[in-house]
């Protein structure tokens, strides 16, 4: 043998050597199990992290069959596993459950090998196993939550929603479908916004989109959903923007309180608080607050007529208060058909009516005093024609008095006062 072929065959030696002290490090100090199976499928050899996954010693898992230690329910996945190799595949994958020393359940995901020698025929097996206990508990875990979370949807009063970032449905719970009057399946993948709300409510689309857009949604919002009958029932909602794992936006989740009658109620209530309970027209309250608002403009005038019934209290005695209640009535709607829409009819006390009319920018108030004469002359043919009583008729007169001003003035009160005596001179003028 040459000098150099005895030099070289040195070099391989030692670089075999040293090959095999490092596959022996990365199979002593791999974080993930390694095993060597004969062809039985018997545990020839197992590294430290594979002893320390099932938390047995080396020497308690040498010469084992895998089955042994396999989970009851996953001994046909290793014969599988095996058997696949064995058809000619060179390697299978599959996850898989063992029991540690203490009988506790193990989750794997292994990858096993097949070593062939030169004709091909197995020799031995090598499976590279990673624990996945944590993370198939923690998917448990997150299910079990998904679950209960669901649950909880299923069966609370409230309507809840998910959508995708384009605002198709892709969960509504029972409350939602009642609600609405809409099946989950003819609801699941159609467009929320076509399908459930009014077509001239732009603002909850853009809510949603600007939500997708920013990664900042509205919390709460109130507006309206129309059913499938075409009501419309106002909701409180509460919305959560929905992420995927990069933390992008990729759709909603909604609870909504049905608060239609709720609405209607606090409406209902502070119209009582404004409004006289008899005729519907508005009270004292609302009608001081808007006299004050219009003198405040010093750029357009305002106006009182003040009308008061001439003979209403004969039909009280005559007829009695039920047919004096329907002749209030009666009067209140002919002024609000005599009157301009945004004319502000009132009945303050009694058998007493107060119309306050607001001009325009630039108007004086002597013009706007013409417009109310005009309108004086209507009111007394319009309250002198007879009212159909139960019983029989009514009939009443009116007498009217009219203050115009431009700019604060003395004020409302003021005002008020002018149409009064106003009022009092033509009562007196029509008794001589």
């Known amino acids: 043998m040459s000098p150099n072929h005895q030099i070289a065959t040195a070099a391989g030696g030692a670089r075999l050597e040293l090959l095999g002290f490092d596959l022996a490090a990365a199979f002593h100090e791999s974080p993930l199990g390694i095993v060597i199976l004969d ?46 190799l064995q058809g000619g595949a060179r390697s299978v994958q ?52 998904a679950r209960l979370f669901r649950d ?20 509504c719970n029972p409350e939602l479908c009642r609600l609405v009057g809409w099946s989950a399946e003819e609801l699941l993948g159609r467009d929320w916004f076509e399908i459930c709300v009014p077509r001239d409510d732009g603002e909850a689309r853009a809510l949603h989109g600007e939500g997708i857009a920013t990664g900042r949604i509205e919390r709460h919002h109130e507006g309206q959903v129309l059913t499938r009958s075409g009501e419309q029932r106002t909701m409180r909602w509460s919305h959560t923007l929905v992420t995927n794992t990069a933390g992008r936006p990729i759709g909603t989740t909604s609870l909504g309180e049905d608060i239609t009658e709720k609405v209607a109620a606090q409406q209902a209530l502070a119209h009582r608080a404004t409004h006289d309970p008899l ?45 004096g209640d329907e002749v209030l009535r009666a009067v209140a709607g002919r002024l609000r058909s005599i009157c301009r829409a945004h004319d502000l009819v009132c009945r303050p006390a009694g058998d007493e009516f107060v119309i306050v009319l607001t001009g325009e920018r630039g108007e004086s108030a002597r013009h706007l005093r013409g417009t109310c004469a005009q309108v004086a002359k209507r009111i007394d043919g319009a309250v002198r024609q007879p009212v159909v009583v139960d019983g029989g ?26 149409a009064d005596r106003a009022m009092y001179r033509d009562k007196g003028s029509r008794k001589r």
């Open 279 to 323: 005729t519907g027209l508005a009270n004292r309250m609302l009608m001081d607050e808007r006299l004050a608002q219009a003198a405040a403009d010093s750029a357009r005038p305002v106006a009182v007529i003040l009308c008061d019934l001439d003979g209403f209290k004969r039909v009280n005695d005559r007829l009695g208060h039920a047919a």
């Open 393 to 418: 008729s009514a009939q009443v007169g009116v007498s009217v008095g009219i203050a115009a001003m431009l700019g604060p003035g003395r004020g409302a009160e003021h005002l008020l006062r002018a």
């Open 152 to 171: 909880v949807l299923e069966n609370v009063d409230l309507a809840a929603l998910n959508m995708d970032a384009n605002g198709a449905i892709t969960y």
């Open 39 to 84: 062809r039985e499928g018997c545990w020839q050899e197992a590294n430290p992290a594979w002893c320390e996954i099932l938390g047995r010693p080396r020497a308690d898992l040498l010469g084992r069959h895998f089955n042994e230690l396999t989970h009851p329910d996953d001994l046909g996945t290793g014969v599988d596993m095996l058997a696949t």
């Open 94 to 145: 599959a996850e898989k459950r063992y029991l540690d020393a203490d009988g506790a359940v193990v989750h794997v995901a292994e990858s096993l090998t097949a070593r062939r020698d030169d004709e091909g025929r197995i020799v031995r097996y090598v499976a590279h196993i990673r624990d996945t206990t944590a993370r198939v508990h923690a998917e448990e875990e997150l299910a079990e939550s």
